[in-house]
């Protein structure tokens, strides 16, 4: 049901204390879809799909995903939005930026501006062994101009950047992340 579906994401979001670390607590309006595409075979494939308590190796990630979300329009057919997603590692790293996708149109991530373009975890982030990546969506007021602003993908200050976009988080999902063969 819908109350249990919402229950679970809160859940999610207060157990694994990931989103409040990067960003302070917001009402979702439920999870991402978030596939990244493996072949197994000349014209076999195999959709992984990325959920809170899910576990990759690194080399299941290496390609940019698939993101798919709907339900969250604000005030109509022009709205935009703003993926981002943020790897955080284990014992204190600071956060990592691995890929910014703003003004997307309706809901289609791919015809969005690639701010940061999509990059998988690093082996410095992994070094612990393990690593948080979380995607958050975020409904933009206005068209942004990326360009003109400075963004780091090291130690990146999400709460920072979304004051400064006036950015308002609205869906996310996550995924643990292991180094390749662990």
């Given at each position: 049901s819908w109350?249990?579906?919402?229950e679970v994401i809160a859940n999610a979001?207060?157990?694994?204390?990931?989103v409040p670390h990067l960003i302070d607590d917001f009402k979702t309006l439920g999870l991402l879809k978030v596939w990244?595409?493996?072949?197994?075979?000349a014209v076999s494939k195999v959709f992984l799909s990325a959920v809170p308590g899910k576990t990759f190796p690194l080399h299941k990630v290496v390609t940019e995903p698939t993101v798919l979300f709907s339900g969250v329009g604000h005030h109509g057919l022009d709205d935009r939005h703003t993926l981002?997603?943020?790897?955080v590692g284990g014992d204190g790293k600071p956060p990592q930026l691995l890929w910014l996708v703003t003004d997307i149109p309706e809901t289609q991530v791919?015809?969005?501006q690639h701010s940061a373009p999509y990059q998988p975890p690093s082996a410095e982030l992994l070094s612990s062994g393990d690593a948080h990546?979380?995607?958050l969506?975020?409904?933009?007021?206005?068209?942004?101009?990326?360009?003109?602003i400075e963004i780091s993908r090291d130690n990146v200050d999400l709460r920072r950047l979304v004051t400064l976009l006036e950015l308002?988080?609205?869906?996310f999902t996550s995924f643990q992340c292991v180094a390749s063969g662990k």
């Open positions: 109350h249990k579906k919402h979001l207060h157990t694994m204390r990931v990244y595409l493996q072949k197994t075979g981002a997603m943020i790897g791919a015809q969005g990546c979380v995607f969506l975020f409904f933009q007021k206005r068209p942004l101009e990326t360009d003109k308002t988080p609205v869906m």
